[in-house]
């Protein structure tokens, strides 16, 4: 197949904006919040049936939250970090094998669509959740979260087999724009729909869904379904296991592959936990109200302050996305200029001045978060898809990019699995969760010392000198 098909090219980065609408509405703005709230409800309406009171006098605290989950009673938030993290498992489990069964068969289209419909289904399920069925109604929940990150691997990997290496970072630099803009777009109308309108969260969740399959066939029309014309035959899945090794064996020969992933598992974990954690963080400690002033609202005052929190967060997320799509198009500038490893070393150093800002915002300090999460958007855009962009182009002349990719994904979930663990780790010994945010340095710091053990070769050498 040519490569720099521009059709192509513009199909493929349609999917960043199917797809990103999961990350954005699911993962981080709407569900979060209306996961919390709904087991609120329900934990005050047990515990008032159980204490024989009426609802509005049981004090339902974060931490006493609980959910029934297959007969086990646990956290709330606990059981959301529990699926979450048994999903990412799977997908580390699943996606090395099927890279390799892909690869070998010619499948990979295949199995991005399968992923992408399993994922966008879930979605539309998450429409149904029930806080009195915890077991089905986190079932759509661990599902979708698969099929999200399942697609990735293989839709990643159509990156090297459709454009050449010097127009990598570009191309990775507007898929990732075109997912910070096709999310926000969506998360505004979901807005609308819930503030405007009043209308039921669970109807953003089933809208998700629809965009995410609605806008991938844009994708699928004209993504290539076998680019090197493989054939399926007997015994595909020893076959796919054997490609699988193969790929393994040469990875491990390529020191420049080598110590590229190290350095990504690093930088990556740090940068993957500030995302997932930022919202735990702002509401516990930014949109906080103190406890001497808490004692003296009344519980409508209280309310209305986590109303204009709930705001304030959405706010920040949407500068993020907005800076993240400016922020992808500029550090693919910057590392055509001065070559990717350069740029990535100072998008990742970037990373560690706006840990120990966000240490010293004061509880209140509303403006502060605000530019702290435009600092984010940009560093965060620009370090997405210059990894991305980076690992493609070091990969060796091949037909298995998505075995190769497959390395990539499972050393990415292996870091969100380890970052949020030393994250509650850290709150855990230090009992303070601004010891965990800053602790997050040590991540960026190993990263960047990694970085500089990447031998420089002309894959990712500057591409002009003016």
């Not at 646990?74 to 059981?79: D, E």
């Not at 570009?170 to 969506?186: D, H, N, T």
């Not at 990742?348 to 966000?358: E, K, R």
Request: hydrophobic residues 50%; positive net charge; charged residues 15%.
């Amino acid at each position: 197949m040519e490569k720099g098909n521009k059709k192509i090219i513009r199909g493929w980065v349609f999917y960043d904006w199917a797809n990103s609408v999961y990350n954005l509405v699911i993962s981080s703005a709407i569900f979060p919040i209306f996961f919390e709230s709904m087991t609120r409800k329900a934990y005050i309406v047990r515990r008032a049936e159980e204490l024989g009171i009426s609802e509005d006098k049981v004090v339902a605290r974060t931490e006493d939250i609980t959910s029934f989950f297959f007969g086990f009673e646990m956290s709330s938030a606990v059981l959301y970090s529990y699926v979450l993290s048994a999903s990412f498992l799977v997908v580390s489990i699943l996606s090395p094998i099927l890279s390799g069964i892909a690869d070998y068969s010619g499948m990979k289209k295949f199995f991005m669509q399968l992923f992408c419909y399993i994922g966008a289904a879930s979605c539309v399920g998450l429409a149904f959740f029930d806080p009195g069925n915890m077991e089905l109604s986190m079932t759509p929940f661990f599902l979708a979260s698969i099929g999200f990150w399942g697609s990735l691997v293989f839709y990643n990997s159509f990156l090297p087999e459709i454009a050449e290496r010097k127009d990598h970072d570009r191309i990775s630099a507007r898929g990732f724009s075109m997912g910070y803009i096709g999310s926000m777009v969506l998360l505004i109308i979901c807005l609308v729909w819930i503030q405007v309108f009043h209308g039921d969260p669970r109807y953003a969740f089933a809208l998700v869904g629809i965009w995410w399959v609605g806008f991938s066939q844009i994708t699928y029309r004209v993504l290539p379904k076998n680019v090197y014309n493989k054939k399926v035959d007997k015994g595909i899945i020893k076959k796919g296991l054997l490609e699988l090794k193969m790929v393994f064996k040469e990875f491990k020969k390529i020191k420049e592959l080598k110590r590229y992933i190290a350095s990504f598992f690093f930088f990556n974990t740090g940068v993957q936990t500030v995302m997932l954690m930022a919202t735990l963080y702002a509401s516990r400690e930014i949109f906080q109200i103190p406890p001497a002033l808490k004692v003296t609202m009344t519980q409508a005052e209280i309310d209305a302050h986590d109303a204009e929190a709930g705001t304030g967060l959405i706010v920040a997320i949407l500068l993020i996305q907005i800076l993240g799509a400016l922020g992808a198009f500029l550090i693919s500038r910057l590392s055509e200029r001065i070559g990717n490893l350069k740029a990535l070393t100072i998008v990742v150093f970037f990373w560690i001045p706006l840990c120990v800002f966000a240490y010293f915002i004061p509880v209140g300090g509303h403006l502060q978060f605000y530019f702290l999460a435009s600092g984010v958007g940009v560093v965060m855009g620009g370090v997405q898809s210059l990894s991305r962009s980076t690992y493609a182009k070091l990969l060796p002349d091949t037909q298995d990019h998505a075995s190769y990719f497959s390395f990539y994904d499972v050393t990415e979930k292996i870091g969100i699995v380890f970052g949020t663990f030393f994250f509650g780790f850290m709150e855990y010994l230090m009992d303070d969760i601004r010891a965990s945010i800053l602790s997050i340095i040590f991540f960026f710091v190993v990263g960047l010392l990694l970085i500089f053990r990447v031998p420089k070769t002309d894959a990712v050498a500057a591409q002009v000198t003016s």
